[in-house]
């Protein structure tokens, strides 16, 4: 079956800019999680939404959010970027919610983006 | 705050070594998992471990979870060249939905 689909793979943008990164969950999931991956912090949890819900919360800002749609497919949308915001964002699906299911999170390749 | 600390941070050794890489917290988790991770790739899964002492074995891994559900390991025995890749702990902790990534284990297995 298809894996978790992330795109765009790779994009560039200026401060002040937004962005929006899409991910399509591999079919059957309802749970999508998001992760944003840098060399000084490593991997930092987003949010997770399941059945278009936002379940849980990282610690970003308010510039960073999401929603998910009846497909479950996710999107994640940055505004006013910054340049510490340049990082893989990966994004992660399962059949349920994470601490409830010791089920595996499936990966996608990820969206690199960078903010000039 | 739960916090995984993973050491040690980078591994460099020759094939055919043995490796210990350990995932160390405070807190307790409900079921802790290891992920490989290889450039331009995100990362997969390479076990779940969810009681206590419990020890797993996949081919030349061996996971071990602490007795206390607070720390792992990962143990590579005979290293290869295709278990280089960055190597992340993650755990779930009770009553929430996230689960929290170690700071990862970058390993290099030079032929």
């Known amino acids: 079956k298809a894996g978790v689909t992330q795109t765009p793979r790779y994009l560039i943008k200026t401060r002040g800019q937004q962005v929006t990164l899409s991910c399509s969950p591999i079919?059957?999931?309802?749970?999508v999680s998001w992760y944003q991956q840098t060399p000084g912090q490593g991997l930092q949890f987003l949010f997770e939404y399941f059945s278009e819900t936002q379940r849980n919360k990282g610690n970003f800002p308010g510039r960073f959010s999401g929603r998910q749609f009846s497909n479950s497919r996710s999107e994640m949308n940055v505004s006013t970027l910054e340049l510490g915001d340049s990082a893989l964002y990966l994004c992660a699906s399962s059949l349920l919610p994470g601490a409830t299911n010791t089920g595996e999170l499936f990966f996608g390749e990820g969206s690199r983006l960078t903010v000039l | 705050t739960q916090l995984l600390e993973q050491s040690p941070q980078f591994l460099s050794i020759q094939e055919g070594e043995n490796l210990t890489v350990y995932c160390n917290s405070s807190?307790?988790?409900?079921?802790l998992q290891w992920y490989r991770q290889e450039p331009g790739e995100g990362p997969v899964l390479l076990v779940t471990?969810?009681?206590?002492?419990e020890v797993k074995k996949l081919k030349r891994l061996t996971f071990q979870f602490g007795d206390a559900r607070k720390d792992s390991s990962l143990h590579i025995t005979a290293a290869q060249p295709g278990d280089t890749g960055l190597y992340l702990c993650a755990g779930a902790g009770p009553g929430t939905y996230k689960y929290i990534f170690g700071t990862g284990t970058r390993l290099k297995v030079l032929a």
């Open positions: 807190s307790v988790f409900s079921s």
């Open positions: 079919s059957g999931h309802r749970s």
């Open positions: 471990v969810v009681t206590g002492g």
